[in-house]
């Protein structure tokens, strides 16, 4: 008898530790939601003063579309995401945000968060970059105006250059 109980200690051990682990991972999440943001890339590409960049704002190779908001912000659209083409009419369902407002935006959802990131990393600690806070859409107004695409997106520059 003792044999076997020689044998089952480690067995022990070895649930008690997976168990502690399941447990303080469940204790662990966090209700962490993404704020969705949409950016009028129209209104970017039509105001765009800066001659050496205005010609290349969108750029297209076969497995990604990068958006260049005039040098102040560039978003990347995969080709595994699922754009979608729609009627000008469902434009007003969107509110746009501007890249200047990025900041005040990142603020408010530190400040939203705060006991989350505190429950998760035991500090407000704040994000690596703005793709684990924010859901990014891109729109993009039809040359016929007619329609419009929304594209989700990721921040490649996280950086954001403001003037």
């Known amino acids: ?85 729609l009627s000008i009419d469902k434009l007003k369902k969107y509110s746009f945000t501007s890249l200047e407002k990025i900041r005040v935006l990142e603020k408010k959802w530190l400040n939203k968060n705060e006991e989350e990131l505190i429950k998760k990393y035991g500090f407000p600690y704040p994000p690596q970059n703005k793709n684990s806070i924010f859901e990014n859409y891109v729109i993009e107004i039809l040359k016929d105006e007619d329609s419009f695409v929304i594209y989700p997106v990721v921040w490649k520059n996280i950086n954001i250059k403001m003037k």
Do not use: R, W
């Open 1 to 85: 008898m003792a044999f076997i109980n020689i044998k089952m200690e480690p067995m022990n051990a070895l649930i008690k530790i997976v168990l502690f682990i399941l447990i303080t991972n469940c204790n662990a999440q966090t209700n962490l939601s993404k704020d969705t943001l949409y950016f009028n890339y129209s209104n970017y590409k039509n105001n765009c003063t800066n001659h050496l960049i205005k010609d290349n704002l969108k750029l297209t190779n076969s497995n990604t579309i990068q958006f260049n908001f005039c040098g102040n912000g560039i978003f990347i659209f995969k080709n595994e995401f699922i754009s979608d083409t």
